[in-house]
């Protein structure tokens, strides 16, 4: 008989609390800017093309199934992660 147990997403513990994948960003307007993909080093790497990131640093907390940016926290949106 399979199994009804989803695996858990992957997570990385951070000082604000664990981050999953899937988990949404939101920037300090309240407006989301993208979905976590993983944890790399000190950036968040977000799902998509282009593979955007947000610093450890800019992260003001963990609620629920969201992570908070600090008011300057989506200033490195955008940006491009190096591989």
């Known amino acids: 008989m399979p199994s009804s147990h989803q695996p858990a997403a992957p997570s990385w513990p951070t000082a604000w609390g664990a981050i999953h994948k899937?988990?949404?960003?939101?920037?300090?307007?309240?407006?989301?800017?993208?979905?976590v993909d993983h944890v790399e080093g000190q950036e968040v790497i977000l799902e998509g093309e282009g593979s955007?990131?947000?610093?450890?640093s800019e992260i003001n907390g963990v609620d629920g199934n969201r992570i908070l940016l600090s008011p300057r926290g989506d200033a490195t949106?955008?940006?491009g992660a190096e591989p």
């Open 77 to 79: 949106f955008g940006l």
């Open 22 to 35: 899937g988990m949404t960003v939101i920037a300090a307007d309240g407006y989301p800017v993208g979905t």
């Open 52 to 56: 955007s990131f947000v610093a450890l």
